[in-house]
């Protein structure tokens, strides 16, 4: 099983910019790692994806400001969110595909707010 511990979460002013990182341990065999949101009353949706020969995928609402990067030495995922807007405000999960199983991590909140 594949742990996954998020961190860099935060409240930011819009325009500002935040930068996540993800850690996962628990197996050398991860595929791909992401990260996704959750806002209040919405589902939880994709905002990039990376696999581990670095094909990327982002939503359509974050191309632009977000980027999506992995070290795969160290398992770890960041995501650098720049130009943030209210509507990114969201808790933000890590994502790890490893062996057909899907793991998540706890969640980290993000709060774009004057």
């Known amino acids: 099983q594949v742990q996954l511990v998020e961190s860099g979460g935060g409240l930011v002013q819009p325009g500002g910019s935040l930068r996540l990182s993800c850690a996962a341990s628990g197996s050398n065999s991860i595929y791909a790692m992401g990260w996704y949101r959750q806002a209040p009353g919405k589902q939880r949706e994709l905002v990039a994806t990376?696999?581990?020969?670095?094909?990327?995928n982002y939503i359509d609402s974050v191309k632009g400001r977000f980027t999506i990067s992995r070290d795969n030495a160290k398992n770890t995922v960041y995501l650098q969110m720049n130009n943030l807007k209210p509507e990114d405000t969201a808790v933000y999960y890590c994502?790890?595909?490893?062996?057909?199983?899907?793991?998540w991590g706890q969640g980290t909140q993000v709060t774009v707010s004057l």
């Open positions: 990376i696999t581990t020969t670095s094909v990327i």
């Open positions: 994502n790890a595909i490893s062996r057909g199983m899907i793991n």
